[in-house]
């Protein structure tokens, strides 16, 4: 759990997640692995050609002579069967596969949250007296793969009666990007207090937690 920020600072414990530069991939293995093959055909095709036009060239008034160039030196290594081998160790690879990791960057309030009076609890984010609060959040994906229906879940509780607010915002979210989500408006009540939970909806395959939830005690100044 972190504080949200006074005066409307970014959040600052969003942790990094482990470095890697594979992602998910839209290719089945099978698709990869005839796509590949394919290449190799048609890089072994290329020096066939190539070679005709050595010959060419040497048969030719002047005899000139080309450099020699070879793409493929083992033919075997490109064959379906060899590549699918390479294909299956590269999609059961714990280190490339992909993975889920949504966070949140920055939590806003509007209106915000005002400087910590002297002897107030720093734990309480004091605002001016309104009816109605918004909450904005960026939320990164430090996965590998992109995220279709990135969500967050914002739950306001009134302190003195107990009831309590929730609302969902989503987006599509690519891998390694930000973005910001849709302002989650609640109504409230000037003089009270509330407890506000922003958390992020984990993606299944997500084990990471750090920086996935925010709370932070709110208490609504009385009405002048």
Same mark, same amino acid.
């Given at each position: 759990?972190?504080?949200?920020?006074?005066?409307? +600072?970014?959040?600052? !414990?969003?942790?990094?997640?482990?470095?890697?530069?594979?992602?998910?991939?839209?290719?089945?293995?099978? *698709?990869?692995?005839? @796509?590949?093959?394919?290449?190799?055909?048609?890089?072994? &095709?290329?020096?066939?050609?190539?070679?005709?036009? *050595? &010959?060419?060239?040497?048969?030719? +008034?002047?005899h000139a002579r080309l450099?020699?160039?070879?793409?493929?030196?083992?033919a075997g290594l490109? @064959?379906?069967?060899?590549?699918?081998? @390479?294909?299956?160790?590269?999609?059961?690879?714990?280190?490339? +596969?992909?993975?889920?990791?949504?966070?949140?960057?920055?939590?806003?309030?509007?209106?915000?949250?005002?400087?910590?009076?002297?002897? +107030?609890?720093?734990?309480?984010?004091?605002?001016?007296?309104?009816?109605?609060?918004?909450? =904005?959040?960026?939320?990164?994906?430090?996965?590998?793969?992109?995220?279709?229906?990135?969500?967050?879940?914002?739950?306001?509780?009134?302190?003195?009666?107990?009831?309590?607010?929730?609302?969902?915002?989503?987006?599509?979210?690519?891998?390694?990007?930000?973005? =910001?989500?849709?302002?989650?408006?609640? &109504?409230?009540?000037?003089?009270?207090?509330?407890?506000?939970?922003?958390?992020?909806?984990?993606?299944?395959?997500?084990? !990471?937690?750090?920086?996935?939830?925010?709370?932070?005690?709110? @208490?609504?100044?009385?009405?002048?």
């Open positions: 759990m972190q504080p949200i920020p006074v005066a409307d +600072a970014p959040v600052t !414990a969003s942790p990094s997640a482990p470095s890697t530069t594979s992602h998910a991939s839209a290719l089945t293995a099978g *698709q990869a692995t005839n @796509q590949i093959a394919a290449a190799g055909v048609l890089l072994a &095709r290329s020096d066939n050609l190539y070679r005709s036009a *050595q &010959r060419a060239f040497a048969a030719a +008034a002047g450099p020699k160039s070879v793409w493929v030196t083992d490109w @064959q379906a069967g060899t590549v699918a081998t @390479q294909i299956d160790l590269i999609a059961t690879s714990p280190t490339l +596969a992909a993975t889920h990791y949504l966070l949140l960057r920055t939590v806003r309030l509007d209106p915000p949250a005002l400087p910590t009076a002297q002897g +107030a609890p720093a734990t309480v984010s004091a605002l001016s007296p309104t009816s109605h609060i918004g909450v =904005t959040t960026v939320l990164g994906n430090d996965g590998t793969t992109d995220e279709p229906h990135a969500a967050v879940r914002f739950t306001l509780a009134n302190q003195a009666t107990g009831a309590t607010a929730t609302q969902v915002e989503s987006a599509p979210l690519a891998f390694g990007a930000s973005v =910001t989500l849709p302002t989650a408006t609640f &109504r409230v009540n000037p003089g009270t207090a509330y407890l506000l939970t922003v958390a992020v909806i984990l993606p299944t395959g997500q084990a !990471a937690t750090a920086g996935t939830v925010l709370q932070q005690a709110l @208490q609504v100044a009385p009405a002048t």
